[in-house]
């Protein structure tokens, strides 16, 4: 059975906190006005900083299935919402002309009904024969602007129209969390519908307490100074600076290699868990690695 939403700021956090996500203060409270408002959650950020994972975690939390629609350049409509199944319809067809249905108004009403519809994620999310559900529309700053368009009337009143067949509606709003990594701006009437929220990426306390969490495999002193390197990491110039996500694996590959503590060998042999681009490992590896090292333990020892 679904579990009820939470009623406090403090009851939203608790939740997000059983599914592993430690989220700090303004964002439980965002999260939470969105639930109680049923509004959409919009989440924009740098790649890596936890946006997805907080529908996981809230479908997992409130018990109801998670719906997830990836967004992708060129998406459209029979693959985000619905088409019809064309096959069966030609089959049903046939096989009433075969049985002597020669009215061709009562073949076409018979064609257009719920059994011939095909559900994608946004009707999956919505339709009040199924259990209910979370929905994550994810990354939507990869589907063409067009696309948004759509959206509007599902994000306003929780229905999609079919011309053929009638309105879908949602007879219980499912929370709604739509992400973005910013390769492009979003359309002003999609964010007026939604709460926002940017994700940034964690101070030092924050992160530490995340590998805790995810990785509590790795030693507290590793993790220290793991959290000091990547956070200095961030403040220089690089095409792409590790997330989260990236700090997690990296600290877990270290623990995997048996290390306790960093070392300049091993950031050097290691500096692919964590940057995803050659000029950006070329730049660190070496005498810059090891400066960051330093810096790290000194920050951990002062810690």
Not at 43 to 67: D, Q
Not at 216 to 236: D, H, I, N
Not at 284 to 292: D, F, Q, S, T, Y
Request: negative net charge; aromatic residues 6%.
């Amino acid at each position: 059975m679904p579990r009820a939403l939470p009623r406090t700021v403090a009851e939203t956090a608790a939740l997000l906190a059983e599914g592993g996500y430690v989220a700090d203060h303004d964002l439980a409270t965002t999260v939470h006005l969105a639930l109680t408002m049923r509004r959409p959650l919009f989440l924009e950020g740098e790649p890596g900083t936890g946006k997805t994972e907080i529908a996981k975690v809230l479908a997992g939390g409130l018990k109801r299935r998670l719906v997830r629609l990836q967004c992708y350049d060129g998406l459209d409509l029979s693959a985000a919402a619905y088409e019809w199944d064309h096959a069966r319809q030609l089959m049903a067809i046939r096989l009433a002309e075969a049985a002597g249905e020669t009215d061709r108004d009562n073949l076409a009403r018979s064609i257009y009904t719920r059994e011939f519809l095909l559900e994608r994620p946004l009707l999956s999310a919505i339709d009040p024969d199924l259990p209910p559900a979370v929905l994550l529309i994810d990354e939507l700053d990869r589907a063409d602007e067009p696309f948004e368009a759509f959206l509007l009337e599902l994000l306003a009143d929780f229905q999609i129209s079919v011309p053929e067949y009638g309105t879908i509606r949602a007879t219980e709003p499912p929370p709604v969390v739509i992400t973005s990594n910013r390769t492009r701006e979003v359309h002003d009437a999609i964010r007026r519908r939604c709460l926002y929220h940017w994700v940034d990426y964690p101070d030092a306390p924050r992160e530490r307490a995340i590998l805790a969490v995810k990785a509590p495999e790795v030693p507290e002193k590793l993790s220290a100074e793991v959290v000091g390197f990547v956070q200095r990491l961030r403040g220089t110039d690089l095409f792409k600076s590790p997330g989260v996500a990236e700090t997690i694996d990296w600290a877990a590959a270290l623990r995997h290699l048996d290390q306790v503590e960093l070392t300049p060998g091993a950031v050097d042999e290691t500096l692919g868990a964590l940057l995803k681009y050659q000029d950006d490992i070329a730049k660190i590896r070496g005498a810059e690695a090891a400066r960051l090292v330093g810096e790290a333990k000194e920050a951990a020892s002062a810690g």
